[in-house]
């Protein structure tokens, strides 16, 4: 519960801080928020697609606990 519960309310701040509901796949350009996860948004996006079930919702909860704790650690450009 907590897991759905903190992913729900990232997502809800993120879609009004962005004014994007889909604020999780137009953040993955260089420099951006999810740069680091470009690939892995990009193919859970292009499974969705396939399959014809794609929505900004289903992108939120493809993910687990780590990943939406991981948003919040500091990247290392090495």
Known sequence: MFEIALR???HNHYSQQFNDKDWIVNSTAPGMLLAYDAKEL???QNEYKKKG???ADK???TFNFGF???LFTKK???
């Open 8 to 10: 729900n309310a990232i």
């Open 53 to 55: 079930i794609y929505s």
């Open 76 to 78: 290392i450009i090495g």
């Open 59 to 61: 992108m939120v909860a």
């Open 68 to 70: 939406w704790t991981y």
């Open 42 to 44: 990009s193919d859970a």
